[in-house]
């Protein structure tokens, strides 16, 4: 795609490749999960199509065991949304390594036990990936068609680490690097699920603002009047809804090179306020480097 995203190649003790460097498009719906299935099901379907109907081909069975699927990937989808009260689909090019493609969902269900005992943190998410040789207007293109098909509250598009998620060492490792390459998103959807509620998830080349913020935000027109740099872009997705891009094509950044993304960090000024922390996770209270990776675009 561009010179502006590194080649990241992370090999594990055994062999594999475990982390990589690539696309990804996420949005946060905090809506009943319910109320999701159907527009989750629509953007699947549109996000199979770009990709190919064979670029998708395994899923973990709930033993955790990878498989391969038997039936189409969108019909996969459809299974797992009509069968299961608050879903977790997950659909991967790389049961045997570190693939390219990847679609998961992580649904919510906003009104059990949990997410009355935690308010307004809790909600549906959904994330798409792409390797980083995805030619930049294409992938604005793809992530501006799934925003119209769902109803998010926030999300956001751009260069991102690929990785087996989960594995806390990984994830410690990605956020060193993260420090480097601040323009790159360590993705871990399945548990920002529980932690992004309505606010933002960090800044990222395409930022999908939608209610409360983009309101509180003044709308808009108020929020572009904020942003003067000159390659940030706004644009209106509906009368709640906006995307904030930073530039013409993505960009990871190189602390070491000196490109520390103006942009990204007049932008997240603006946003403070509004943005998610993971430490409200159990699982990464006390972690000294993500909290360093977070507050990477403000100290």
Not at 8 to 29: D, N, P, Q, W
Not at 41 to 65: N, Q, W
Not at 211 to 221: H, I, R
Not at 262 to 289: F, K, M
Request: with cysteine; aromatic share 8%; hydrophobic share 40%.
């Amino acid at each position: 795609m561009t010179s502006n995203i590194p080649s990241i190649r992370h090999v594990a003790e055994t062999g594999s490749l475990v982390i990589k460097e690539g696309l990804s498009i996420c949005f946060y719906m905090r809506r009943p999960y319910q109320d999701v299935a159907s527009m989750v099901e629509a953007a699947a379907a549109a996000y199979f199509r770009a990709v190919g109907p064979h670029a998708l081909t395994s899923h973990p069975d709930d033993e955790g065991y990878w498989q391969e699927r038997k039936s189409s990937a969108l019909e996969y989808v459809q299974e797992q949304l009509r069968e299961q009260r608050a879903s977790h689909i997950l659909l991967t090019d790389g049961a045997e390594g570190l693939g390219a493609y990847q679609f998961l969902y992580q649904g919510v269900d906003l009104d059990s036990p949990e997410s009355r005992r935690e308010p307004g943190l809790h909600t549906c998410a959904v994330s798409f990936w792409l390797p980083a040789s995805q030619g930049p207007g294409p992938f604005r293109e793809l992530a501006l068609s799934l925003a119209e098909l769902l109803p998010f509250n926030s999300g956001h598009a751009g260069p991102s680490f690929h990785a087996w998620l989960g594995m806390e060492d990984l994830m410690q490792h990605m956020f060193q690097l993260g420090l480097r390459y601040p323009g790159m998103d360590v993705p871990d959807e399945h548990n920002n699920a529980y932690s992004v509620g309505d606010k933002v998830q960090g800044v990222h080349w395409m930022n999908f603002l939608g209610p409360p913020v983009l309101e509180a935000l003044g709308g808009t027109s108020a929020l572009a009047a904020r942003l003067q740099t000159p390659e940030t872009s706004v644009q209106a997705l509906g009368e709640d809804r906006a995307v904030v891009t930073l530039g013409s094509e993505p960009d990871a950044g190189d602390t070491s090179e000196g490109r520390v993304l103006p942009a990204h960090r007049e932008l997240v000024r603006i946003l403070e306020p509004w943005l998610a922390t993971r430490e409200v996770s159990r699982r990464y209270r006390d972690n000294d480097a993500l909290r360093r990776w977070e507050r990477r675009f403000l100290d």
